[in-house]
């Protein structure tokens, strides 16, 4: 099972958006409505933002959307604030009970 | 609230196992799935497998199967992964996380992570 792919960064000034991409297959991002998002500041542990493609846990900001076409999804950020900058993985479904992560993206607010 | 604290940080030799324990508390164990995640330094998260604790069943990824062991202990309520022939790649910080409840295609809550170094 290969790493999802995600691109190593992505920037935006503050109050901007910004999207951040997760490719994969038929096998997996394609297949299924599986796909869910993490933010991980350093020295963290992974924080869930974003389930089944677009759904939102409780107290994460709605500023956080997600959304997927064919065999990639999407998070966007918008309005950018300080503290969204951190480490962005995606995560998808990859049938008989397996899952595969993104490759990362880092998130920089200039 | 959901917690999920894993044991200490372990150094280990290669060739080596080592076994990780993640006490939950909070939620009935039982009810939902434990997935298991590493992260080697400054590298990415890669996903292990996943443990039922209600009846024990296991899934794990290609890559480790013949050398991961995820077990339960329900009367504690702890989830433990075991890594057995440790080389030098196996350094890393292995999280627990609990699975979303019903469809346990996504981790709502993790623990702290665990780091394990492997150095002869």
């Known amino acids: 099972q290969s790493a999802l792919t995600q691109p190593p960064s992505a920037s935006g000034s503050p109050g901007q958006s910004v999207t951040i991409s997760c490719t994969g297959t038929?096998?997996?991002?394609?297949?299924?409505?599986?796909v869910s998002w993490y933010q991980q500041h350093p020295g963290k542990a992974p924080k869930l933002m974003i389930y089944?493609?677009?759904e939102r846990p409780s107290g994460v900001p709605d500023r956080f959307s997600g959304s997927k076409s064919g065999n990639t999804a999407s998070l966007t950020v918008s309005g950018l604030q300080a503290e969204d900058e951190a480490d962005y993985y995606c995560s998808s479904y990859a049938g008989s009970n397996n899952y595969v992560f993104g490759t990362g993206t880092k998130v920089t607010v200039l | 609230q959901v917690q999920l604290v894993q044991s200490g940080a372990e150094v280990k030799k290669p060739g080596a196992s080592v076994k990780v324990s993640c006490k939950a508390s909070?939620?009935?164990?039982?009810?939902?799935?434990m997935h298991w995640v590493r992260q080697a330094p400054g590298q990415g998260l890669e996903w292990m497998g996943i443990?039922?604790?209600?009846?024990?069943?296991?899934t794990y990824t290609k890559k480790f199967q013949g050398r991961v062991t995820m077990t339960r202990d329900t009367s504690t309520r702890t989830a433990y992964m075991e890594l057995s022939s440790l080389r030098s790649e196996d350094t890393a910080v292995y999280y627990c996380?609990?699975?979303?409840?019903?469809?346990?295609?996504?981790?709502?809550?993790w623990g702290q992570g665990t780091l394990v170094t492997v150095s002869s």
């Open positions: 996380a609990r699975a979303g409840y019903g469809a346990k295609h996504y981790c709502d809550y």
């Open positions: 089944e493609v677009s």
């Open positions: 038929s096998s997996d991002v394609g297949a299924y409505k599986y």
């Open positions: 443990i039922n604790p209600s009846g024990g069943s296991t």
């Open positions: 909070g939620y009935t164990f039982t009810n939902y799935h």
